[in-house]
């Protein structure tokens, strides 16, 4: 369906598409907190990143949290107090991750208390990566297609981090199993865009995680809004979250598994 | 369900009742209205007696009229726009039955827009119609030089265009599925070329076409918010004539003649832009595709003097492809075959056979792997409509319509996945209706009826009941075997009150039901929107609107201008939720929401129909607004298509016998969109943050196009004309999407990137006809 989305955007471009850069005035809302925690079946510690939203015109940068308490809890009842590291960074101390688990989040900032829970998938291993190529536009273009076999039950979801020569590539590749349920997978990770291309000899990296399906809907959300189709996609919105109490972000519990290869 | 039918019933009988006792000493005048040179029947002439200020009629969709009245010695007055007015005796010792024929007007000058005629006094009472004259709509200045039925009607006001360019409309705040776009009486699902930048109407084989604003006759069925009722040209019956136009991204031709002499005669007619042409001859682009062709092709028969066959189809395709890789391509058939039959000179039937399809299909290849996507549409379509001049003041319409509609979601096919058979769906649609337009005086003209929609479920797929989004229990049903039926009565009226010669006030209701619905997650129009019917989660959508007219002339008629109020209320409006996955979720149905909506608003329109210098200037002012639980915290906000101030300004100005030139101006407040609060950073990327929906605005939209036409003279048999126009004269950047990203050389701070589509657009078209 992206694909489709693209096409139109080329067709639009070549129909004199032209972009310049404008001034808008713009509502500033009342700043937010924005929770992103994870957990992993690796080793950890593992970490919760808590910071505030700032208005469009300021520099982005992660403006911490400081002032607050973070527990995270286990289905064994093991609490772990998260130490403050720096800037908004809190690092779990004991606890740890494993498949099918299940992990509870409590943020205490300015007596406001938000929560969130998560279970972590069972891992669906990652076999290898697989060079894929296509002709485009009379040059031939590369991307990375990660090997796996998706588990006969249905409702298997995926997230992958696409690394080109340690740049990360900021498009957000969400797979799910609808219509692939059971079968090794054959659809590649889209390959960045035009500035991010994928030449001969580039390493690239990809870190697969096996996520929840809150976890799916929420980055989801964001890859459908960045959609590049005529009047910009669907309507942005918030992406829909497993945080209760009003802040923004994502709490997931997820597996891990990291390769790398190199085009030729 | 009875209870339904019974009141349906009632008002039939009533409606039957009210009808005055019909006089016997009185005899009929009936017959054809036609072209004299081409023979095409003319629709909504309107054919008076002038000894009988209080008799006339107006010409039916096939030009089919009928009088009654005393027996004597009378002149008809016979008049339609474009036309002369024809005067004829008549002597009536008995029923008689008489084809008038009318001559075009020598004079150039047509008028685009023409709601009323000079003698408007026996115009139905109809509410928010325009009918759009379409060998005059070349004059008005369109993108790419391709003179277009839909981008002409955008231009009135009440309809708004769905983007730069785009052929897509909305009416009085409703959704781009909510209008009912007819072919020769076959729905078109998808209306557009070319991603919405053409439409699929070749103005070179349409008649006619009238755009309805919501109080359609009980006759029309099925969307809520607009009827365009297009008609495709029958074709010359005297002589065979080639038509055609040569412009930069397409061409296309149409040849018409007798297959007998005043008796038959046919019309086909091509189109097909070569855009691709232009990408071979680039070397980046030499194997991208995308093009698009139609056809439309009529037949008519007159098998004696009471009955007249016709049989027309349109078919049309888009293709889009990157080299042997990606391809997609959608497209419409129709076909209508059509039996006019003359039962007595009172009562005019006809019936109609109706087939249309709507399908797209995506493929995806990557050496030895491959991957399909499907969806179809499917209608068969049996309609009777009934005709009654029950009297002078009486014309009763009534009918049946069935519709067996087959729809297939989108469905997945390919060598690495499992590909799901959906069965599709199959819903039946059946309508009754009665209407009758009642000319109580002089004065007092009053359209009233009732239609009766239902929409039966039948088998295919499974369907699930949810209860908040959670699957409570399923229905299988076999492929032939009936499920839910949902039955709603639609009532309508409309009155037209004629305060003198010049002025007259309308007011008028009319319930609309939709049973099917486009499910859609961007928001311009995709090919590969999906169709769904009503389920038992989905329930018919309702519209409820209420309308207020005043029209009156200025200037010895020269003028005319109309306003026009109107309230709509929405019900069982759908959307998604937020991140849901629509394409690939094994049933849509699980992430829908459901709401309602309302709009309101008023339309000024000042068209000016005599003299060199014709055209219009149209304002709307407008709310729309739309409430879903689970969007906007359950909360109101505005539709994308809300926007509060929209004026355009169409004029054409005849120089001379050889060159007419003509502008069209438009303004409009900019879309309603959703623009970021906040910002933050999570994992190294600036992701944005969000509060209410659509309670920001685009920036306002304005342009001005113009065009210059020079007709050489006419010959006996060849005649050309050239057309040169220049859309968005002074080059504005209006936004067709405003975007946030980071700025490449700070990645700290944010940018915020306008892109404009279309700046100076010059284009040339050569027209000709032998």
Not at chain 1, 16 to 33: F, H, T, Y
Not at chain 1, 132 to 157: A, M, W
Not at chain 1, 170 to 180: K, V, Y
Not at chain 2, 727 to 742: L, Q
């Amino acid at each position: 369906m992206k694909k489709i989305f693209f096409l139109i955007s080329i067709c639009a471009t070549l129909l004199i598409g032209c972009d310049k850069e404008i001034s808008l005035v713009l509502d500033n809302n009342e700043p937010v907190l924005v929770i992103d925690g994870s957990i992993t079946d690796q080793a950890g510690p593992y970490f919760v990143q808590l910071s505030m939203t700032s208005p469009i015109n300021n520099p982005t940068r992660v403006i911490g949290v400081n002032n607050a308490r973070v527990f995270i809890t286990d289905q064994a009842g093991i609490k772990d107090s998260l130490e403050f590291v720096s800037n908004g960074l809190y690092r779990t101390k004991k606890i740890r991750g494993t498949e099918g688990g299940t992990y509870n989040l409590e943020v205490m900032v300015d007596q406001k208390k938000y929560t969130a829970s998560s279970s972590m998938p069972q891992k669906v291993n990652l076999d290898s990566l697989r060079i894929n190529t296509f002709p485009f536009n009379g040059e031939i273009r590369y991307s990375v297609i990660p090997v796996y076999l998706d588990p006969v039950t249905l409702g298997n979801s995926y997230r992958f981090i696409q690394k080109i020569n340690d740049t990360i590539d900021p498009t957000f590749h969400i797979f799910n199993d609808n219509l692939n349920n059971g079968k090794v997978n054959q659809r590649p990770l889209r390959g960045g865009d035009e500035k991010l291309k994928i030449k001969p000899r580039d390493n690239v990296f990809v870190e697969m995680q096996c996520i929840s399906n809150a976890t799916y809907i929420y980055y989801n959300s964001l890859d459908q809004q960045s959609g590049a189709g005529p009047g910009g996609g669907t309507a942005p919105s918030n992406p829909p979250s497993n945080i209760v109490g009003g802040a923004l972000g994502i709490f997931s519990a997820h597996t891990v598994q990291r390769k790398t290869i190199t085009i030729r | 369900m009875r209870k339904i039918l019974a009141t349906f019933l009632l008002v039939i009988s009533l409606g039957l009742y009210c009808l005055p006792l019909m006089a016997q000493q009185n005899v009929v005048l009936s017959g054809t209205v036609r072209d004299k040179k081409t023979g095409e029947s003319l629709i909504k002439a309107v054919i008076r007696i002038q000894e009988l200020p209080n008799a006339g009629i107006i010409s039916n969709e096939y030009g089919f009229y009928s009088l009654s009245m005393p027996k004597g010695n009378y002149v008809a007055v016979v008049s339609q726009v474009g036309y002369e007015t024809l005067v004829q005796k008549i002597k009536l010792d008995s029923s008689v039955s008489i084809d008038f024929k009318l001559e075009t007007k020598n004079q150039l000058r047509e008028v685009v827009v023409e709601s009323s005629r000079k003698n408007d006094n026996l115009t139905k009472a109809q509410m928010g119609t325009e009918t759009i004259n379409m060998s005059a709509i070349s004059k008005v200045p369109v993108i790419f030089g391709e003179k277009d039925l839909l981008k002409t009607i955008q231009l009135l006001p009440g309809v708004k265009s769905a983007g730069e360019g785009n052929s897509g409309f909305f009416v009085r705040g409703g959704g781009a599925d909510q209008n009912l776009i007819l072919l020769d009486e076959a729905p078109v699902y998808n209306a557009t070329h070319l991603l919405g930048f053409f439409s699929t109407f070749n103005s070179d084989a349409i008649k006619d076409a009238t755009i309805i604003k919501g109080n359609s006759g009980s006759q029309y069925g099925g969307r809520l918010s607009s009827v365009l009722d297009v008609k495709m040209k029958e074709g010359n019956n005297q002589d065979y004539t080639v038509n055609g136009g040569l412009g930069l991204i397409s061409s296309k031709v149409s040849i018409e003649g007798p297959l007998q002499k005043n008796k038959s005669s046919f019309i086909l007619s091509g189109r097909r832009t070569y855009a691709d042409m232009f990408l071979k001859a680039t070397e980046k682009f030499k194997d991208n595709i995308l093009y698009f062709y139609d056809l439309n092709a009529k037949a008519n028969y007159q098998i004696n003097a009471k009955n007249k066959v016709y049989i027309s189809g349109y078919f049309g395709r888009d293709e889009l492809g990157l080299g042997q890789d990606f391809g997609i391509d959608w497209g419409n058939k129709t076909g209508t075959i059509r039996w006019n039959k003359i039962i007595s000179n009172r009562l005019f039937l006809n019936t109609s056979l109706i087939y249309s399809d709507y399908n797209y299909n995506v493929k995806l290849k990557n050496g030895a792997t491959n991957f399909n996507i499907n969806s179809n549409i499917k209608d068969v379509n049996l309609k009777q409509d009934y005709t009654l001049y029950a009297n002078g003041l009486n014309t009763l319409r009534f009918g049946f319509n069935s519709i067996l509609h087959t729809i297939t979601p989108s469905t997945f096919s390919g060598t690495v996945i499992n590909s799901v058979a959906k069965e599709g769906r199959n819903g039946l649609e059946n309508a009754l209706y009665l209407t009758n337009n009642y000319r109580a005086n002089n004065q007092l003209t009053i359209d009233y009826g009732m239609r009766l929609s239902m929409y039966t479920l039948m088998g295919g797929d499974v369907y699930n009941i949810y209860e908040n989004g959670v699957v409570k229990s399923s229905v299988k049903l076999n492929r032939s075997s009936f499920g839910k039926t949902y039955a709603n009565l639609e009532p309508r009226i409309t009155t037209n009150y004629r305060i003198n010669e010049e002025t007259s006030i309308k007011a008028g209701y009319a319930r609309n039901v939709q049973h099917l619905h486009l499910l859609s997650n961007s928001v311009a129009s995709s090919p590969s929107d999906q169709w769904i019917g009503n389920s038992y989660n989905i329930k018919p959508e309702i519209a409820d609107q209420l309308s207020l007219g005043y029209v009156t002339k200025l200037f010895k008629s020269n003028f005319e201008f109309t306003a026009e109020t109107y309230y709509k209320y929405l019900q069982n409006q759908i959307d998604y939720k937020d991140g849901a996955e629509i394409n690939t979720v094994s049933d849509v149905e699980s992430v829908l929401l459901y709401g309602i909506g309302r709009a309101y608003g008023l339309e000024l329109l000042l068209k000016k129909k005599e003299g060199r210098l014709t055209g219009w200037i149209g304002y709307t002012l407008s709310k729309t607004e739309r409430k879903i639980d689970g969007i906007n915290e359950g909360k109101w906000y505005n539709a994308r298509q809300d926007r509060t101030h929209d004026i355009s300004v169409v004029g054409i100005y005849e120089l001379n016998s050889r060159w007419s030139i003509s502008g069209v101006f438009v303004y409009n407040t900019g879309d309603a969109v959703t623009y970021p609060t906040g910002k933050y950073n999570l994992q190294g990327q600036t992701l944005y943050q969000y509060a209410a929906r659509n309670a920001n605005r685009m920036p306002a939209y304005h342009r001005l196009d113009f065009s210059a036409t020079y007709e050489k003279n006419k010959t006996k048999r060849m005649h050309g004309s050239w057309n040169f126009s220049l859309y968005n004269v002074y080059g504005r950047e209006n936004a067709f999407r405003i975007s946030f990203k980071d700025d490449p050389n700070d990645p700290t701070r944010t940018q915020i990137i306008r892109t404009a589509l279309f700046r100076w657009v010059p284009s040339v078209t050569y027209q000709f006809k032998f």
